[in-house]
């Protein structure tokens, strides 16, 4: 079972899933498409609402809010149209050896489903929303569309990653590293920190990172575990005290941890045993990257990059939700570059 750009701005408890083995997955479509209009800088607008890229080298996948994805080749233009392979929002997707590898939740239905989709092919859409609601009364399982191979699975997800070349996801039934095929590795029970234990769902992990030393976990409360990437044992532990709950965490090998929270502000940690010191931002912080020396972001509606201890930022009219390249994919799926107001 298992379940870059310019100067710095110048200057939960349980859901039970159904407990079926492996079934196939398809995405469906549940949202009338049309023709992608030209967009300044010669990027091509998203006709739907993003809520975040997930970047590869080749290819990279735009994620949408009711289970949208479009492939993006290694400039960012689009392979093909949007299609919706399954009727439920992403959770997370993840890009590996040329597939996309992501998971669905739909949690008013109980429904969660993973599954890869090969990047050099469409992946079309899939069956519709009432289609899987009359799944649930057992007319049949739908599953996501042109899917290398699909798995449902009966413990709620919550974030998926990689370890050279296999994956690794958390659900709250534990930690399970897979490879590209869906064969398990291993699988390991879920970090627990006994100082913060009380918090309850704020401890359900946020981020899964590759660095050096083994494999991340962080928890929503600043909970961290590295796990022994061969074994999944646990070989450290601690709690990173901050002021507000986790979002995301970022690794770079030349900086460090860039962590992202939800009131609006970011801490940098340069070891994960070390001191973290904490900026505050002109709003919730969406993605990060770091760049020509420092950590560069975008979120809500501003741009921000942090150099030499000091925070520079600049309004957009938008949500910045990810950064790819030097331009910025706005929540309206139109395309500014990063450090710039997005056009009226």
């Not at 992202?260 to 010191?277: F, L, N, Q």
Request: glycine letters at 10%; charged letters at 20%; hydrophobic letters at 40%.
């Amino acid at each position: 079972m298992f379940i870059e750009a310019m100067s710095c701005l110048e200057a939960k408890s349980k859901v039970p899933m159904d407990p079926e083995g492996d079934v196939d997955f398809n995405i469906p479509g549940t949202l009338s498409k049309h023709m992608p209009r030209t967009a300044d800088m010669g990027r091509v607008l998203v006709d739907f609402a993003p809520i975040r890229i997930d970047r590869g080298i080749d290819y990279h996948v735009v994620a949408g809010t009711q289970g949208e994805l479009l492939i993006l080749d290694s400039e960012g233009i689009p392979r093909g149209k949007s299609a919706t392979p399954f009727p439920a929002p992403t959770l997370d997707g993840k890009i590996l050896n040329g597939r996309w590898f992501g998971i669905w939740l739909d949690r008013e239905f109980r429904q969660a489903i993973m599954a890869a989709l090969q990047l050099d092919q469409d992946p079309g859409d899939g069956p519709s929303r009432e289609e899987l609601r009359s799944s649930i009364g057992g007319a049949g399982r739908v599953v996501p569309a042109n899917s290398v191979w699909h798995r449902a699975l009966d413990s709620e997800p919550m974030k998926i990653g990689s370890f050279g070349e296999n994956l690794v996801f958390a659900t709250l039934s534990g930690v399970y590293m897979i490879d590209r095929d869906a064969n398990e590795i291993w699988r390991s029970p879920l970090p627990s920190w006994p100082s913060i234990s009380f918090l309850g769902q704020y401890n359900n992990v946020v981020s899964i990172n590759e660095f050096p030393l083994g494999l991340v976990i962080w928890s929503q409360a600043g909970g961290v575990s590295i796990l022994d990437p061969n074994t999944g044992m646990e070989v450290f532990s601690r709690v990173v005290e901050l002021d507000d709950k986790l979002s995301k965490v970022d690794y770079c090998e030349e900086a460090g941890w860039i962590l992202m929270m939800h009131d609006g502000s970011v801490a940098t940690m340069s070891e994960i045993e070390g001191v973290h010191s904490t900026f505050r931002t002109s709003g919730p912080v969406m993605d990060a990257k770091f760049v020509d020396g420092r950590w560069t972001w975008t979120g809500w509606r501003h741009d921000g990059c942090l150099l030499d201890g000091r925070v520079s930022t600049t309004a957009r009219r938008e949500i910045g939700v990810s950064i790819l390249g030097d331009m910025v994919l706005e929540n309206n799926g139109t395309w500014s570059p990063w450090g710039f107001p997005s056009p009226t």
